[in-house]
T-cell receptor, first 114, second 112 residues
Framework: DAGITQSPRHKVTETGTPVTLRCHQTENHRYMYWYRQDPGHGLRLIHYSYGVKDTDKGEVSDGYSVSRSKTEDFLLTLESATSSQTSVYFC?????????????FGPGTRLTVL | RKEVEQDPGPFNVPEGATVAFNCTYSNSASQSFFWYRQDCRKEPKLLMSVYSSGNEDGRFTAQLNRASQYISLLIRDSKLSDSATYLCVVNDYGGSQGNLIFGKGTKLSVKP
């Protein structure tokens, strides 16, 4: 158990509304990631963080922003949700194993944008 | 664009069968390789890392061929509980660190 929780676990919202997803970890990991998973696609990286206030874009960052004001929380915000952002969102961490890119995942958030 | 390619399946096999999954990756500089397992509507979970010399964990054997940029997973004596989607995962740039690239997964269904 990597000690990762995500909230909410399920959310239905309407097009144009802002949405914030939260990833919380209890083990002081430096690296955190947000992915989305859609049918016909592998997991795709949205944004990642390598420390407090240090974030960078991934493959599919358009329409998303992130914030990390403290080590344990990594927030993903959809400023104005669109139907194309209907997806399952997973948060992940890299444990502190030197030289390792291994990642462990949270339970996911199912987001539906109507 | 760096990619990881897998046969999507589904592989439908009887209990006790041996099944093999393959995957190819495009980035010759990658040095970290993994197989993850994902159950329906759940998060991916690490099944095993893949080492150059090949490695085994119980009924599961992983092999890496760097020259061909090819990774395999062999499951012996399949169990009903092995039914899942298996994700081939590679790090996206040279060295062992860096972000990960995920294949789309191979679906396995083990039948009684």
């Amino acid at each position: 158990d990597a000690g990762i929780t995500q909230s909410p676990r399920h959310k239905v919202t309407e097009t144009g509304t802002p949405v914030t997803l939260r990833c919380h970890q209890t083990e002081n990991h430096r690296y955190m990631y947000w992915y989305r998973q859609d049918p016909g696609h592998g997991l795709r990286l949205i944004h990642y963080s390598y420390g407090v206030k240090d974030t960078d874009k991934g493959e599919v960052s358009d329409g998303y922003s992130v914030s990390r004001s403290k080590t344990e929380d990594f927030l993903l915000t959809l400023e104005s949700a669109t139907s194309s952002q209907t997806s399952v969102y997973f948060c992940a961490i890299t444990p502190g194993l030197q030289g390792s890119s291994l990642q462990f995942f949270g339970p996911g958030t199912r987001l539906t944008v109507l | 664009r760096k990619e990881v390619e897998q046969d999507p399946g589904p592989f439908n096999v009887p209990e006790g069968a041996t099944v093999a999954f393959n995957c190819t990756y495009s980035n010759s500089a990658s040095q970290s390789f993994f197989w993850y397992r994902q159950d329906c509507r759940k998060e991916p979970k690490l099944l095993m890392s893949v080492y150059s010399s090949g490695n085994e964990d119980g009924r599961f054997t992983a092999q890496l061929n760097r020259a061909s940029q090819y990774i395999s997973l062999l499951i012996r004596d399949s169990k009903l509980s092995d039914s899942a989607t298996y994700l081939c995962v590679v790090n996206d740039y040279g060295g062992s660190q860096g972000n990960l690239i995920f294949g789309k997964g191979t679906k396995l269904s083990v039948k009684p």
